[in-house]
């Protein structure tokens, strides 16, 4: 995704015709994908939604990214993944009256019966 004045610098240095594609490419950061669709007309991803609109239409971000005190992450302010509610975590369901617990795992009597049967005949092989 390309904010509007990278799109504008490409074209900018593509009317010139000094530099090659990928000279441009180099120079601007852009990949040469992107300047040939630029080149050709086509139409490229929505710009940045971190690119700021300013008087004059968009330019580079005001302010530098920055870790968010609360999460670590590197962010433009404000922190999206702190801003967004948390996900209820899936939690196994209690065992009921007729379920066993067998190595932290709820077994019904029947998983449990062959459970007893494995384990009694790996001890009489040992």
Known sequence: MLAPYQIDRVRKLL???KLSPREIARQTGVSRGAIA??????PLDPPSPRANRLEGG???PLLPPERCPACGRLIYPPCRACLTPPIP???????GPRTKIV???A?????FDRYREVRNQRREKS
């Open 37 to 42: 669709k630029i080149a050709a007309g086509k």
């Open 107 to 111: 077994l019904k009597p029947r998983h």
């Open 103 to 105: 190595l932290g795992l």
């Open 89 to 95: 975590r899936w939690r196994r369901p209690k065992p």
């Open 58 to 60: 968009f330019d580079e």
């Open 15 to 17: 009317a010139e015709g």
